[in-house]
Nanobody, 116 residues
Framework: QVQFVESGGGLVQPGGSLRLSCAAS????????MSWYRQAPGKERVWVAG????????NYVDSVKGRFTISRDNGKNTVYLQMNSLKPEDTATYYC?????????WGQGTQVTVSS
C-alpha cells in the first residue's frame, strides 16, 4: 500500500524559509521520479519541481527557480523541498507525487502560508 507522510509546512513571513519532507512507503522509492505540486485556494494543482530517481536531475517551474531546491534521500525513502525567499504567492497546500503509467499517488498535503 502506497503511503506518503508529509511534514514541514507552516506560517512564515515573506523572505523566510521552510523545508518540506515527504516520507514514502509501499513501493521501491529509489526507482522512480518524484515530484512536488502545490494548490492555492481556488486554483488548480500545479507542478512545482521534479527529481530523477538518483537525484542527479532536477527541474523546476520558472516561478520557483533559484529559490526552491528539491532533493531526496533514497536510504530514507524521503523527498524534500527546501523553500527559500518565500513570497505570499507561494501560499498553497504542497503535495508530493509519484506518477506511474496507470495512476497518480499523492500525499495528504502540507499547508504553507507566507504572510506578514
Amino acid at each position: 500500500q502506497v503511503q506518503f507522510v508529509e511534514s514541514g509546512g507552516g506560517l512564515v513571513q515573506p523572505g523566510g524559509s521552510l523545508r518540506l519532507s515527504c516520507a514514502a512507503s509501499g513501493f521501491i522509492f529509489s526507482r522512480y521520479v518524484m515530484s512536488w505540486y502545490r494548490q492555492a485556494p481556488g486554483k488548480e494543482r500545479v507542478w512545482v519541481a521534479g527529481i530523477s530517481n538518483t537525484g542527479s536531475i532536477t527541474n523546476y517551474v520558472d516561478s520557483v527557480k533559484g529559490r526552491f531546491t528539491i532533493s531526496r534521500d533514497n536510504g530514507k525513502n524521503t523527498v524534500y523541498l527546501q523553500m527559500n525567499s518565500l513570497k505570499p504567492e507561494d501560499t498553497a497546500t504542497y503535495y508530493c507525487n509519484w506518477r506511474t503509467a496507470v495512476a497518480d499517488y499523492w500525499g495528504q498535503g502540507t499547508q504553507v502560508t507566507v504572510s506578514s
